[in-house]
């Protein structure tokens, strides 16, 4: 059963890209408004980008990545995106998904990004 599974991590360079995908169960996605999340060992977690559920998916995103992540959805697919470009060493983190107002139990494994010369 899928529930959650965020992949596309890795360790790239700064200034380069990655997209992350977010595979979630039906149940979870259809509808809802969609986030990612970032979270460093020791530190809150942090909203980085959201899509709304209706069929506009409109997107929001924090002042610390507006105009380098874009977030995107297929519905048909129960599936979430995130293009991350430009990414510096800040960006490290492990990023999550999740429904904008999240639920303790759809919480993935996550997937790490790390951004290092």
């Known amino acids: 059963q899928v529930q959650v599974v965020e992949s596309g991590g890795g360790r790239v360079q700064p200034g380069e890209s990655l997209r992350l995908s977010c595979a979630a169960s039906?149940?979870?996605?259809?509808?809802?408004?969609m986030a990612w999340y970032r979270q460093a060992p020791g530190k809150q977690r942090e909203l980085v980008a959201y899509?709304?559920?209706?069929?506009?998916?409109?997107?929001n995103y924090s002042d610390s990545v507006k105009g380098r992540f874009t977030i995107s959805r297929d519905n048909a697919k129960n599936t979430m995106y995130l293009q991350m470009n430009d990414l510096k060493p800040e960006d490290t983190d492990v990023y999550y998904c999740?429904?904008?107002?999240?639920?303790?139990?759809?919480w993935g494994q996550g997937t790490q990004v790390t951004v290092s010369s």
């Open positions: 039906d149940y979870i996605f259809r509808g809802f408004a």
């Open positions: 899509i709304t559920g209706d069929s506009e998916g409109r997107p």
């Open positions: 999740n429904r904008l107002i999240p639920r303790s139990g759809y």
